[in-house]
């Protein structure tokens, strides 16, 4: 929830800028609703790609306050967040109702990016891959090989995003490897070595190289760090190639 409408075009102004040369790392803002026609203008032919923050799985209806994946699809995005940690901790958002919006992104073209982890007081009591599995099997539910294969998964440590702490590129591989194994074992080694997982919490320049150096870490999901024009464009040039990530 930050940036008006001037804000917001300023920053998406300033990235277009500062990234238009960058080829090989895929590029995707997801603004706030209130700006997503404004910003689909600014980024419109460039190599920025547009995303929702969350969406409801229905198409229409009496749903106050919430926004549809068609009305998504109408404002130029390509992609939505759905499961943030923000989304399951202050609204109660469940792993069925993020299934539901998975399948709504799905069916209409959204690639859905779908957030999984866990708190400090999980991660303290080691029920890391009690949580993950739980999250990543049951949020992503019934999904065929061809819909999973068409989903991003991030994870992200609640107890990393806004903090300043950041898991070590060690404890975020070893997750990353973790969800990669659960793949492997519900579809196929084929699905799991081709998903894209990201890791999300207090990314930051200095450290996103380091990150995405690991084998199973594929990119990030940049919080507070997106809202500063050369702070993300950092991250995005700082980005490890090793798989043309």
């Given at each position: ?11 998406a ?47 229409s ?32 958002e469940?792993?069925?109702t ?71 590129p ?65 991250i ?10």
């Open positions: 929830m930050n940036k008006t409408t001037t804000e917001a075009i300023e920053l102004n300033g990235l277009t800028r500062e990234l238009y040369k960058i080829e090989d790392v895929q590029i995707v803002v997801c603004p706030p609703f209130t700006v997503l026609e404004e910003i689909s203008e600014v980024i419109y032919e460039s190599n920025i790609k547009l995303g929702g923050q969350n969406m409801h799985w229905q198409d209806g009496a749903f106050t306050g919430e926004i549809s994946a068609p009305m998504l699809k109408d404002m130029g995005c390509e992609f939505v967040i759905l499961g943030h940690s923000e989304r399951r901790q202050f609204f109660f469940t792993n069925e993020v299934n539901k919006k998975v399948r709504a992104a799905l069916k209409h073209n959204l690639t859905p990016i779908v957030c999984v982890g866990e708190t400090l007081q999980e991660r303290e009591a080691n029920k890391t891959f009690d949580v993950i599995k739980d999250h990543v099997y049951n949020s992503l539910i019934d999904l065929s090989e061809e819909e999973i294969q068409k989903t991003i998964i991030a994870y992200e440590p609640v107890w990393a995003i806004g903090t300043g702490k950041t898991a070590t060690e404890q975020a591989q070893e997750v990353h490897q973790y969800i990669r194994e659960l793949l492997e074992k519900r579809y196929s080694k084929e699905v799991a070595e081709n998903i894209v997982i990201q890791y999300g919490g207090s990314v930051k320049p200095e450290n996103i190289r380091e990150l995405t150096s690991k084998k199973d870490i594929d990119g990030a999901l940049v919080g507070g760090a997106s809202l500063d024009v050369k702070t993300f464009a950092d995005v040039r700082n980005t490890s190639l090793k798989k043309g990530a």
